[in-house]
Structures are given as C-alpha cells and as structure tokens.
C-alpha cells in the first residue's frame, strides 16, 4: 500500500490528477477511442511511478476503458463508424 503523498510532490500529484481527468473527459466527448486508451496508458504510467494512488488510478480507468464499456452513446457511435467504414447499413435500422 502506498503511504499518502506528502510536502512538494502532492501538489503535483494533483495536477497529473486533475490533468488526467480532463483528458479522459475530452476523449469521452470526442468519442476517440484512440485518446481513451492513451490516458487510461498515462493514467498506468503515473500508478507505475507512484504519481497516483490506487484510488485515483481507478478513477481515470473507469473513466477511460470502463466507459468505452458500458457507455451507451459512446458504443451507438463506434457502431456507426464501423458500419460506415464497411459500407453496410447499421444493424436494427
């Protein structure tokens, strides 16, 4: 278990915190699978240097790759993006 962050470096913890966070939310709106997986890939490199802690990690993840998930909307646009790209008609339509 990793010890709470403490003097100069907690600052910054929170801004990677909060830097994080509003990657995931932009990649969220855009709808970029690309952009998703690499905050939830920084979000993993700050866990791996101890710049987050379990907690926040959890949070971009579910951010990123839980959204990508379980979020309707998101799903309904990939859908349409892949049908497009094979020259089909969505399914259900």
């Given at each position: 278990?990793?010890?709470?962050?403490?003097?100069?470096?907690?600052?910054?913890?929170?801004d990677?915190?909060?830097?994080?966070?509003?990657?995931?939310?932009?990649?969220?709106?855009?709808?970029?699978?690309?952009?998703?997986?690499?905050?939830?890939?920084?979000?993993q490199?700050?866990?791996?240097?101890?710049?987050?802690?379990?907690?926040?990690?959890?949070?971009?993840?579910?951010?990123?790759?839980?959204?990508?998930?379980?979020?309707?909307?998101?799903?309904r646009?990939?859908?349409?993006?892949?049908?497009?790209?094979?020259?089909?008609?969505?399914?259900?339509?």
């Open positions: 278990m990793t010890p709470p962050r403490e003097g100069k470096g907690e600052g910054m913890a929170k990677i915190l909060e830097q994080l966070k509003g990657e995931a939310l932009y990649a969220q709106r855009s709808f970029s699978r690309e952009l998703l997986y690499q905050t939830h890939g920084k979000a490199m700050a866990r791996q240097l101890e710049a987050l802690t379990q907690p926040e990690f959890m949070a971009i993840s579910h951010m990123t790759v839980h959204f990508m998930n379980t979020d309707r909307e998101y799903i646009h990939q859908n349409k993006e892949y049908f497009a790209m094979c020259g089909r008609k969505e399914e259900g339509t």
